[in-house]
């Protein structure tokens, strides 16, 4: 289990995220936030100042230290994760197949929805074979996220 030792309410393009650290790296980034800033953190703040510069067309790779809790699965599928460039995509299928794991496409799905540390951890550039598919900070957040790096056009 995880010690937190700092968290903190981030206000970004998306809605508030809940950023969260423990002394061995960036461990939480998430959509469902509803509490107080608890803690400081260094590390929380380069966060906050790497998630601005994401924000604002700047930062095209995150460059934080991670210390991501999961299962031996999860956690493969979390580092091929990471390898999926900035403005591109793959889908379930292909995140398994390159987790070594190629029928567990379904498995893949489940573990994108346990990603601890969401945008860092790139699960939003997950996709179905016919497109868009589930996201932790829903569809409109996914569609925005994937707008802003150019893989899909703005809507007009």
Known sequence: M???????KYWSPVGPL???CTQRGLSRISFDYHGDDVGRSDLVDDTISQLNEYFSGSRRQFS???DLHGTAFQQEVWNVLLQIPFGQVATYGEVAKRAGF???YRAVGAACAKNPVAIVVPCHRVVGVAGLTGFGGGLDVKEYLLQMEGVIPQRA
Do not use: Q
């Open 102 to 104: 190629p029928r567990a």
């Open 64 to 66: 934080l230290p991670l």
């Open 2 to 8: 995880e010690m937190l030792i700092c968290v903190k």
């Open 18 to 20: 809940g950023i969260g």
